[in-house]
């Protein structure tokens, strides 16, 4: 399942290859990877067609590609559990689970026989177990400024840690206030978005913090620090990505190298803890089950907490 990084590489292929370009075809090849539009796949192809693509946003996982006027109009991918964007060659042969071809022209729309445009394009939405789709969704002002737009399916969503105006001191208040598990709470997508299992367990380790320490007994370091952990690992991830937008070619499926090279906890059960290991102390990291998944962590670096809210 991709996780922010894996979503912010898609955002910035998007933003090299399929910004400021027109729309002159869609085609949708599976009329449920468009059912979160209004009035299904046709409508969906016939709004979009003509329309130009501009500079993709993310919020969490959530990615948009606001359309140019008139309409404050986005082009919203749910990538689900397995979905993909890609940016092939019109000519490139259909994907096994090819769902939705969006063709797209050359940025200036200067036509494909003038003597330098860009050749055309094509966006394709790749999804193999249909979780996730296209579709156009109204832009609406952000709660908190109002100069901000972005898709009225996404206004709950609250802010990530990588965004400009992200602000821990509030969300320090409103964690405590929440008085639940310290890992129920940065999963929450409208306390914190884009932190998935894999990066909850890292940046608790990170921080020292065990899953299950209760919201409410958090002081502001302690929270400071947590959340420059979720901070640092994202940044991590992404640098690690690898992905070279040189090559035509934008993929997410959620296994970048980061999860091979960098995991310190997370499917690290019965290894041992790198920074225990670093101190000369033999200390195995332990899975327990949590929340229909697990959650790994280091009994010694992240020891349980005497009030625990599992
Ligand atoms: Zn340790």
């Not at 092939?88 to 994907?95: I, K, L």
């Not at 109204?138 to 737009?149: F, K």
């Not at 990066?199 to 320490?213: F, S, V």
Request: proline share 8%; hydrophobic share 40%; aromatic share 6%.
């Amino acid at each position: 399942m991709p996780e922010l990084p894996e979503v912010e590489v898609v955002r910035r292929g998007l933003a090299r290859w399929a910004a400021g370009r027109p729309v002159s075809g869609v085609e949708v090849l599976d009329a449920r990877s468009t059912r979160r539009h209004d009035g299904g796949p046709a409508a969906f192809e016939s709004q979009l067609t003509g329309r130009r693509l501009t500079a993709p946003e993310r919020r969490g996982k959530y990615l948009w590609v606001p359309l140019a006027a008139p309409g404050g109009m986005a082009l919203v991918a749910h990538l689900g559990m397995s979905g993909q964007l890609l940016i092939s060659s019109p000519e490139t042969p259909a994907q096994r689970h090819l769902r939705i071809r969006v063709l797209l022209e050359d940025p200036v729309g200067q036509g494909p026989d003038a003597p330098d445009a860009e050749p055309a394009l094509e966006l394709r939405f790749v999804d193999q177990r249909i979780f996730g789709g296209l579709f156009l969704d109204p832009l609406v002002p952000s709660a908190d400024r109002a100069d901000q737009l972005l898709p009225a399916s996404v206004a709950h969503i609250a802010r990530d840690p990588l965004d400009p105006y992200f602000d821990a001191d509030s969300v320090h208040v409103r964690l405590r206030a929440r008085k639940t598990g310290i890992k129920r709470a940065l999963l929450d997508q409208g306390l914190v978005s884009g932190i998935g299992n894999i990066y909850a367990d890292e940046a608790l380790w990170r921080a020292r913090l065990h899953y299950a320490r209760p919201t409410e007994t958090l002081n502001r370091g302690e929270s400071a620090r947590l959340l420059a952990a979720v901070r640092d690992v994202m940044e991590d991830a992404l640098s690690q990505g690898g992905t070279s937008f040189d090559s035509l070619y934008v993929n997410v499926n959620g296994e970048s190298g980061y999860f091979e090279r960098s995991l310190n906890v997370y499917g690290q059960a019965g290894r041992p803890c790198p920074r225990c290991a670093a101190e000369h102390r033999d200390t195995v990291i332990v899975k327990d089950r949590f929340m229909n998944r697990s959650s790994a962590y280091c009994p010694r670096c992240q020891p349980v907490p005497r009030r625990a809210r599992w």
